[in-house]
């Protein structure tokens, strides 16, 4: 029998539908899937199913100094258990073993430990490995028909930089959690490659408060031809003879606007005609990628999960890439052909197969692992993938258009008419030869209309404006520029930078988007910057990646990479050990500065977000025993205090972050004011006049309790809206509503219930609810024929729940009984935190 081991089941399942033709069997072996054909079996593993860790005895954070941590030895041990036991039943009976995991420096090590479990069962049975950069019929045959052998150097470099991070995480993420005494879910987390990218996001937030902003002056006026009006702007020479449209003076832009103001015509002086090539852009590497995702609106992780998603199933090549120059062997024509006749993308496909000669654009970086991305010309069904898989692939598609379609031309007009000494500009462009831009509609092609005039030419001014203006600080780096900055400065690779980033949010460092670091955030920052800069370092982490090349290469070896990491990071430890009463006093103080609100009503000390020791969230004071204020938040998603404030109360607004399902709270005592009973719908089903409990409704003592309770529409002080009976807490009968929009109470009535259909005004459409009791129940029937309980909660849908059976959590249990940070890196798209979450309402 043949062994066949991949990176993850989705492609062991992938893999054997095509190397069988379709016909193989599955069965599960201790909850793991096993694909079988013609003495042949396909496993996936779940990306590393072996982790480094240090020894048992050194677990405890408290009895265990973190320096005593860079010197530790470091031991592999199954993370996977049930999938390493899969493994090692079905390697004793195997004849040959293939690895066919992802072919990168990550794969490679995953294949190595999948290899090492291999051997332990059988030290002499032939083991192979394949490797391709798209699992498509074709890709995957060649691959089998050439077999090769395990990289032990790539997987060696990956190996290393396992246990640097091990080590650098643990003993800084120990020192600093344990000066702060911040233990728990809540401890403050460092990373080799995370902290330099942190010191990037905390250099701009600096630039951006340091920045005192200038006040500037600009013109504009209309010009016009026959009946054609266009906006031209004043401008003048600088000293360095540019042409500048800022003025720094008022006086002066005064001066300039009454002269422009007593003048009903300007003269033409220059007339400037050009044209300019606008050339197709450079094949998708992943950077690239993930600046195009960023624009239509996906963030790193979740636009390279959908690329993940999409490479398993055969539709493009592995997305983790550094190439922009296509291979020699790929057929553009070929693969055109792939798209002709398909309802969305044959016309372009078609338009491209005109041309006389197909030659595609290149990039500057030519690698030798994987081709740029591109699709595979398998093609999707619309029904087969999701809306955001169709969109994230027909952008993958139409770049690899526009690569070789041809460029785009433009036109400029350039006028310039004077009034006096004074100078206005006009620029016009038209798109003369659409080009690539016919295929790839992602790049903006707006014009602006200026007409054909002459020098000397009299034109119509009117409608002068002075616009008052102020310099404006630097933007906030964006995920997709900031990616793009880590790769210029050589901090993490194509394979991790994205999941750095959405460390950074699920350590709480950042927040928003674009990311804009917490207090927290800048007090790390400060701290390693006053007594360990080489943690923040760029230099220090592109020198370690650089390291780790060298081990793949084979002019380095993991020991000697380990051993110099190590040394650094002794030398980083003896100057932070002499300050780590000043670095805790500092963390502790930032870590109530993201949580403060503002001020108490009751007692004017500072109102903080708490977390309750049930995981749910609340405000309270920090005066508190003395002062016993509270406001309760609500119980979905986490809170981020957002940067507006309330006029009323001076507390800042709080966003509520649950995936799909975030919203903003507002002020919470606004929102605990604004609490209450709204109008009477009707009786209560329970206790209500008509309902059969009233006749025999007795308190505890056998006297008669109160009856004929009634449904009023409820808002809580946590900002939850529900149809509630008015003898709460006597009757707790009730149903949710909406929490964001205006409920309208009709006149019409529900024949059943008799109750009133609401209506809920919330954006463009009303939503009609209907009867509340009707609209619950249709909820629950739904609820019950999806087959998972999971989907109960908020911000779990169908294609998560399929996500989190692939990781064997099936039910509510399961999910309250797993590791969150277990989930997170099995589970695309899931973080951590999300877990947490969704455990609290479990």
Not at 582 to 602: H, V, Y
């Amino acid at each position: 029998m043949e062994l066949i081991i991949t990176e993850k089941d989705n492609a062991a399942r992938r893999i054997a539908d095509i190397l069988s033709g379709g016909t193989y069997d599955s069965s599960r072996e201790n909850g793991v899937n096993v694909y079988e054909w013609g003495g042949k079996r396909c496993v996936g593993l779940s990306g590393h199913v072996v982790g480094v860790d240090f020894p048992p005895e050194y677990s405890d954070w408290r009895d265990v100094e973190p320096v005593e941590l860079i010197d530790a030895s470091v031991e592999k041990t199954p993370t996977k258990e049930n999938i390493v036991a899969t493994l090692r039943l079905l390697a004793r009976r195997a004849e040959r073993v293939t690895i066919a995991t992802d072919y990168d420096r990550e794969g490679e090590l995953i294949g190595k430990e999948a290899y090492d479990i291999v051997r332990n069962v059988d030290e002499d049975v032939p083991i192979r490995r394949v490797r391709f950069s798209s699992i498509t019929e074709n890709e995957v045959q060649q691959a089998f028909d050439e077999p090769d052998d395990l990289d032990f150097d790539l997987a060696a470099a990956g190996e290393a930089r396992q246990i640097i991070d091990l080590i650098w995480g643990a003993a800084l993420t120990r020192f600093l959690s344990l000066s702060a005494g911040q233990l728990g879910e809540d401890f403050i987390s460092v990373g080799r490659v995370q902290s330099p990218t942190l010191k990037l996001i905390v250099d701009r937030e600096r630039e951006i408060e340091a920045f005192d902003p200038e006040d500037y002056w600009e013109l504009f006026a209309d010009l016009q031809k026959d009946d054609t009006s266009f906006e031209a702007q004043y401008f003048y020479r600088d000293e360095d003879d540019n042409e500048a449209e800022r003025v720094w003076e008022e006086a002066v832009a005064d001066e300039v606007y009454e002269t422009l103001s007593e003048r009903d015509a300007a003269t033409v002086v220059d007339v400037n005609r050009r044209t300019r090539t606008d050339t197709p852009p450079t094949p998708f590497n992943t950077t690239q990628f993930i600046r195009a995702a960023s624009s239509l609106g996906y963030s790193a992780k979740r636009a390279m999960s959908i690329a993940e998603d999409l490479y398993t199933a055969g539709y493009i090549t592995y997305p983790r890439t550094d190439n922009t120059v296509y291979p020699d062997d790929l057929d553009p024509e070929e693969l055109l052909d792939d798209f002709v006749g398909h309802t969305t993308l044959g016309e372009s496909a078609e338009s491209l197969l005109e041309a006389d000669e197909i030659t595609p654009t290149e990039g500057d970086e030519e690698t030798t692992d994987h081709p740029p991305i591109h699709p595979t010309g398998e093609i999707p069904a619309r029904g087969d993938i999701s809306d955001d898989e169709w969109e994230i692939f027909e952008l993958v598609v139409r770049r690899f258009f526009a690569t070789v379609a041809d460029a785009a031309v433009w036109e400029h007009l350039k006028v310039v008419a004077e009034v006096d000494d004074y100078r206005l500009k006009a620029n016009g462009k038209r798109l003369v030869e659409p080009g690539y831009h016919d295929v790839y509609p992602y790049f903006s092609t707006s014009e602006n209309y200026v007409p054909d005039v002459d020098e000397g030419e009299e034109l119509s001014l009117s409608d002068v404006e002075l616009e008052a203006k102020e310099t404006q600080p630097p933007r906030r780096y964006g995920q997709s520029r900031l990616i793009e900055t880590m790769e210029d400065l050589g901090i993490g690779t194509k394979s991790t930078r994205h999941d750095i980033l959405e460390k950074l949010y699920d350590r709480g460092y950042v927040e928003s988007d674009p990311p804009r670091p917490t207090r927290l955030a800048m007090a790390v920052v400060e701290a390693a910057e006053d007594y360990a800069d080489r943690v923040v370092s760029e230099e220090m982490t592109a020198q370690l990646e650089a390291d780790m090349d060298a081990i793949a290469s084979g002019e380095a070896t993991l020991d000697d990479v380990t051993d110099e990491s190590r040394e650094m990071l002794e030398e980083i430890f003896a100057n932070l050990a002499e300050s780590r009463e000043e670095i805790g006093d500092q963390l502790r103080k930032s870590l109530k500065d993201d949580k403060r609100l503002g001020p108490c009503p009751e007692c004017g000390e500072d109102l903080l977000v708490r977390r309750s020791r049930h995981g749910s969230y609340f405000v309270g004071c920090d005066g508190y025993p003395d002062c016993e204020f509270t406001l309760p938040l609500p119980s979905t998603g986490k809170p981020l205090i957002m940067e507006e404030t309330c006029d009323e109360h001076d507390l800042h607004h709080v966003k509520m972050l649950a995936g799909r399902q975030t919203f903003v709270h507002g002020c919470p005592l606004c929102k605990a004011e604004d609490a209450g009973e709204g109008p009477i719908i009707g009786d209560c089903p329970e206790c209500g006049e008509d309902s059969a409990t009233t006749e025999s409704s007795r308190d505890e003592g056998g006297e008669t309790a109160e009856e004929g309770g009634e449904l009023a529409i409820k808002t809580l002080q946590s900002g939850s809206r529900l149809v509630g009976c008015t003898r709460y807490p006597d009757c707790e009968y009730s149903l949710p509503l909406p929490r964001r929009g205006e409920i309208e109470v009709t006149d019409e009535y529900c024949d059943e219930h008799d109750l009133p259909e609401l209506v809920v005004h919330s954006g463009d459409e009303p939503w009609v609810l209907g009867c509340p009791i009707c609209n619950y129940q249709e909820f629950q029937a739904r609820e019950s024929e999806s087959g998972s309980d999971l989907e109960s909660l908020d911000g779990i849908g169908a294609k998560t729940v399929e996500k989190l059976a692939d990781a064997g959590i099936e039910d509510l249990e399961d999910l309250t009984a797993a590791d969150p940070d277990a989930v997170a890196e099995d589970v695309d798209g899931v973080s951590a935190d999300r877990v947490r979450s969704w455990q609290a309402k479990a």
